[in-house]
């Protein structure tokens, strides 16, 4: 079984909506959660980080962690077709050094 | 500043070539990570040095052989690579002091073996 689980989509969202992306995971990876985005053919780039239940809002994107469900979410208010990429989802023990789980990641495709 | 540079972006070789790629930050993080990543796949986890020693070899062929000269510079040497190979690979560094540590990826190089 996996350990970070992720729909791999294509999400397709026009343009202005909320785009839901959404992962789940298991205990071992528990601790820290990232979530990366990454155009077709680059490097990924950090794009929000959360380690503590609730909500953790920058700008259009808010994560959302869940530790009793074992979910965490993103989310993309007034989604841009600049937002069309791959999110990956990741989880980390939080063992001295970063070691992160990552899922398979969902693409994300924002229609003008 | 989270900049972690890679070079060279790009590198075409040859089976029977030795290369080798560099990556370098300047944050003062202690953690030092190589990933491969194959289209449309997850970046896959090579090497992990913490405090310039090698922590993490995940089963990596030794065609592969990492070098961390200093805490800002992380080496990957390439030597008698096969086509399948040819991929994207991945600097990334973090704090590495533990607690919630956060990975940092440089851009990049886009190797092709022919």
């Known amino acids: 079984q996996k350990e970070v689980e992720q729909n791999s989509g294509p999400l397709s969202v026009p343009e202005g909506a909320i785009a839901s992306l959404n992962c789940t995971y298991s205990?071992?990876?528990?601790?820290?959660f990232f979530w990366y985005r990454q155009y077709s053919g680059k490097s990924p780039e950090l794009i929000m980080s959360?380690?503590?239940?609730g909500d953790k809002e920058d700008g259009r994107f808010t994560a959302q962690l869940n530790k009793a469900s074992q979910y965490v979410s993103l989310l993309i208010r007034d989604s841009q077709p600049s937002d069309s990429a791959t999110y990956l989802c990741a989880g980390d023990e939080n063992s001295g050094y970063s070691t992160l789980t990552f899922g398979k990641g969902t693409m994300l495709l924002v229609s003008p | 500043d989270t900049e972690v540079t890679q070079t060279p972006k790009h590198l075409v070789m040859g089976m029977t070539n030795k290369k080798s790629l560099k990556c370098e930050q300047h944050?003062?993080?202690?953690?030092m990570y190589w990933y491969k990543q194959k289209a449309k796949k997850p970046p896959e986890l090579m090497f992990v040095y913490s405090y310039e020693k090698l922590s993490i070899n995940e089963s990596v062929p030794s065609r592969f052989s990492p070098e961390c000269p200093n805490s800002s510079l992380l080496n990957l040497h390439l030597h008698a690579l096969q086509p399948e190979d040819s991929a994207l690979y991945l600097c990334?560094?973090?704090?590495?002091?533990?607690?919630?540590?956060?990975?940092?990826f440089g851009p990049g190089t886009r190797l092709t073996v022919l």
């Open positions: 944050m003062g993080h202690r953690a």
């Open positions: 959360i380690y503590s239940n």
């Open positions: 990334a560094s973090s704090r590495g002091q533990g607690g919630a540590d956060t990975q940092y």
């Open positions: 205990d071992r990876v528990s601790q820290s």
